[in-house]
């Protein structure tokens, strides 16, 4: 417990550093509303025994004016308290709402800045769960914090007032400050594993729902459906067991948080009544110390929310740190790409491996030792003349995309070195790459905006260069058909698009940047021969200078490349002009005729069959 209460105190001490003003205008406001409190119960104690008490037994005269003073200064002091509220509720949720904006911003920029090697390590899921309920969980205690503060010196001012009118009494009544605190520390003990696993099922609940809407399109064409239900259904009821042990700890202590100041109310008045009868006290001291002990009901209970919610707010924070504190960096120099002309390309000696899946800093068991990833591409050595046009050919799992997004530095070679123009990329100023490559990857992402906002997608150009690169990617036939053309909304992902239309403006994107090395990942598998011959040679007529290589699998895509680099399990097997290849490399060979020989087979077995 002590080391959770300490590290909770001190992630809300930085919160309180981070955003002070609404903490102390809160802090203002929750004080007036515990000095005003208890000046209340100290004002109602001398209305009794002045006002109430004389006017009852007739013991003393009371005028009119009296009485209207003493509900004025009731009246006065109430107007103070709802002030003291107004501000601890308003500025304690400016306070709460600020801290929760600054490290969501925080982690967005985080995320951007991480390399996406990172993020291959990290579920999507997780990570959307960290940037909403973990910093939620995190921050959820700064809203009982004034609250509790101000309790605290509502139970010190409470305190002296009690003591002032009978020791006694207060002595007996303040007993059960201690039993609340002892019942408190009881509870977060018991609460504090269960909120910590809450906090993680619901980051697995986030990672399988987002894996489930993410693969939607498999799920509905396997028909999946059903065991898609199963495993989130899984996931959702341990959230709700978990959920459920947490409440019933917080069912069973919170009815005997409430009881105790009840319980020394009681005991305050049975005693109280005594000492009245004795002569030993007052009826306002009497009334006076039991309407304080009975204010403290309700407050005293911020104390238990607040030990209950620092678990979340380690749970959270460990959860927040973990992206914001990662060391994993995209190292960038300040030298710039030379101006003009098509880029060089070369690698020497490159390898790569995938990192290992990340451990949940939440995780309930210890994480097992994870295997060292199997090399993705190793010695990777070759030379892309510059304004050539080359095409990387592989099976399945032979290193291809991996070495594209190697080339315009997606991810950062594990050995060796990728070189534009003979500079290192590593040396390459941050945003040199950018703006002089271009990627269009295999999975073709379209945003929800229209025609023109994913052509331009930030950049400062024209209708008219938006146009041309449309044109290049053989696209602007279909945009003009459209209705609203550049203005037309493409919905979510491109949903009112065919594959080979989000392609071709996937193209375009790249294009409208002129880029000087143009890196297509398996982007023009959806195009047929003539479009993607089309979009090549309209490249070599702009003179716009492009270095291009393909990652390609159809003899027709092949053929329209100067040279032609086979990968094999990571490793450059053979490299030369597709026909000179094809002659010696009998592995090549079998790869690029397999459609061929697939169809020639299909023809014969239906000649036969007729």
Do not use: C
Not at 19 to 35: D, K, M
Not at 318 to 337: F, H, K, M
Request: a negative charge; hydrophobic letters at 50%; glycine letters at 10%.
């Amino acid at each position: 417990m002590s080391g959770t209460f300490i590290i909770g105190v001190k992630t809300l001490a930085r919160g309180v550093r981070e955003e002070p003003r609404p903490f102390r205008i809160a802090i203002v406001g929750s004080l007036i509303y515990g000095i005003g409190n208890a000046a209340s119960g100290w004002m109602i104690g001398r209305v009794t025994n002045r006002i109430v008490v004389p006017a009852l037994t007739g013991s003393a005269s009371i005028s009119a004016g009296d009485v209207w003073l003493a509900g004025a200064t009731l009246m006065a002091i109430t107007v103070v308290l709802v002030g003291g509220v107004l501000l601890r509720r308003i500025f304690g949720g400016a306070f709460t709402y600020a801290l929760q904006a600054r490290y969501r911003r925080l982690l967005s920029r985080r995320y951007l800045d991480l390399p996406l090697a990172w993020h291959h390590a990290h579920p999507a899921g997780r990570l959307l769960a960290t940037a909403g309920s973990d910093v939620e969980a995190m921050w959820q205690a700064t809203l009982v914090l004034p609250f509790a503060l101000g309790t605290a010196v509502l139970i010190l001012f409470a305190g002296i007032a009690m003591v002032s009118a009978d020791p006694v009494l207060a002595a007996v009544g303040l007993i059960v400050v201690p039993a609340l605190v002892i019942a408190n520390i009881a509870y977060q003990r018991r609460m504090s594993p269960l909120v910590v696993r809450v906090q993680h099922l619901r980051g697995e609940v986030s990672t399988t729902a987002h894996e489930s809407f993410e693969g939607a399109l498999v799920v509905k064409t396997l028909g999946l459906a059903d065991d898609e239900v199963d495993r989130f259904r899984v996931d959702a009821e341990r959230l709700r067991d978990a959920n459920v042990a947490a409440g019933r700890t917080r069912g069973a202590f919170d009815p005997i948080i409430e009881a105790l100041p009840s319980l020394g109310t009681l005991m305050v008045l049975v005693l109280g009544t005594v000492r009245v009868a004795a002569g030993t006290t007052t009826v306002g001291d009497l009334v006076q110390i039991a309407y304080l002990l009975g204010l403290l009901a309700f407050p005293v209970r911020s104390f238990g929310w607040l030990l209950a919610d620092l678990p979340r707010t380690v749970a959270g924070d460990a959860r927040v740190q973990d992206v914001l504190q990662s060391d994993e960096t995209t190292p960038w120099g300040s030298q710039p790409v030379d101006a003009g002309g098509p880029l060089t390309v070369s690698t020497t000696d490159l390898s790569y491996r995938h990192p290992a899946p990340a451990v949940d800093p939440l995780a309930e068991e210890p994480a097992k030792p994870h295997p060292a990833p199997v090399p993705v591409l190793s010695d990777v050595t070759l030379d892309v003349t510059a304004g050539t046009t080359v095409a990387i050919v592989g099976g399945t799992g032979a290193g291809k995309s991996t070495l594209a997004g190697l080339l315009v530095r997606l991810v950062d070679p594990t050995t060796g070195h990728v070189l534009l123009d003979g500079v290192d990329v590593r040396e390459l100023a941050e945003g040199a790459i950018a703006g002089a490559a271009s990627l269009v990857p295999q999975s073709t992402f379209v945003f929800d905006d229209t025609i023109r906002g994913n052509v331009a997608l930030g950049l400062d150009v024209t209708d008219d260069e938006v146009w041309q690169a449309l044109e290049l990617a053989q696209a602007e036939g279909f945009v003009k058909s459209l209705p609203l053309g550049l203005d037309e909304l493409v919905g979510e992902r491109g949903s009112t698009l065919s594959g080979g239309q989000r392609q071709r403006l996937a193209l375009a994107r790249a294009l409208v940047r002129r880029p000087r090395l143009l890196v297509l990942d398996d982007a023009t598998s959806a195009l047929d021969p003539t479009v993607e011959r089309a979009v090549l040679d309209g490249l070599e007529r702009t003179g716009i200078g492009t270095t291009v290589v393909v990652v390609a699998y159809r003899p027709a895509t092949i053929a329209l490349a100067d040279e032609v680099v086979h990968l094999e399990h990571g490793r450059v097997v053979d490299r030369g002009p597709a026909a000179e290849v094809e002659a010696r490399d009998a592995g090549y060979r079998e790869l690029v005729t397999a459609y061929a020989r697939a169809a020639a087979a299909r023809a014969a077995a239906e000649e036969e069959v007729a």
